[in-house]
């Protein structure tokens, strides 16, 4: 690539970043969710758990307190692989990371879903509620919703 046209490229990728980064970042809800993370008390945290089956959550209604630290423990006890679909709440939230029991940590500012797979798929959420309100969650796969794999989760 000759140098023109390089540099071209350059401001091409300079322009984009500079109208891109402030608008990715405007989306964010929490602002100083970093912030949050790094004062929030661990050793105190709250441990719930959520199963998922064929069609159902249980429980259905999540309650959490803002402010406070939270592990979510969400396991797939059916034969199918589900999701746990809660975009709004996942952006209501400061995450610290999600982590599998078998391999994996995922450390993300915020999520859409989570899948979990057939027959034990399951995952630790570890996160400080921040945005009060009440938010629903949902299985995205076919009918699952239709079906009654639905519920909300509330933050106080």
């Avoid at 970043?17 to 989306?27: E, S, V, Y």
């Avoid at 307190?65 to 996942?90: C, D, R, V």
């Amino acid at each position: 690539m000759n140098a023109k046209k390089l540099f071209t490229a350059f401001l091409a990728a300079a322009a984009l970043t500079t109208f891109t980064l402030p608008a990715l970042a405007d989306q964010d809800p929490i602002a100083d969710r970093l912030a949050i993370l790094e004062k929030t008390d661990w050793k105190n945290m709250k441990s719930i758990a959520i199963e998922l089956d064929e069609f159902s959550y249980t429980p259905n209604k999540l309650e959490f307190e803002s402010g406070q630290a939270y592990k979510l423990t969400i396991k797939n006890i059916g034969e199918k692989k589900h999701y746990f679909t809660a975009t709004e709440f996942f952006k209501a939230i400061a995450t610290r990371k999600v982590e599998s029991k078998k391999d994996a940590e995922i450390k993300v500012p915020y999520l859409v879903a989570l899948e979990l797979m057939a027959n034990g798929g399951e995952l630790d959420l570890y996160f400080v509620p921040i945005i009060k309100g009440t938010y629903s969650v949902f299985c995205t796969i076919d009918d699952h919703k239709k079906e009654g794999m639905e519920g909300t989760i509330t933050i106080k």
